[in-house]
């Protein structure tokens, strides 16, 4: 398995794993109402949505260019002597 193939499908699976979490948050449009609902509001307007939207793109983000710069640093890719350099 290459490696452009092992990235789409690890970048396919954390967003579909986002979305699929982040669905039922999302589903509940009037937070707090009704004598049934006793749920808490994670995100009470749609611009805070956004920001938890943004902050859990970033955090995937520095997760996975964290498990990168790890795998080139230890010298696990063939390319990769496990050394720093200056370019």
């Known amino acids: 398995m290459n490696a452009i193939r092992k990235l ?3 970048v396919g699976a954390a967003a579909t794993a986002f979305v699929l979490s982040a669905g039922p948050v999302f589903a509940d449009t009037e937070p ?3 004598e049934d609902n006793h749920r808490t509001a994670l995100a009470d307007s749609p611009r805070d949505r956004l920001g938890l939207l943004l902050l859990g793109s ?3 983000g520095g997760a996975l260019a964290y498990a990168n710069a790890r795998r080139q640093f230890k010298g696990e890719r063939p ?3 496990g050394e720093f350099r200056w370019r």
Do not use: D, E, P, S
Request: aromatic share 0%; glycine share 16%; hydrophobic share 50%.
């Open 8 to 10: 789409t499908l690890l």
């Open 32 to 34: 707090g109402t009704g």
């Open 58 to 60: 970033l955090v995937v």
């Open 79 to 81: 390319q990769a002597t």
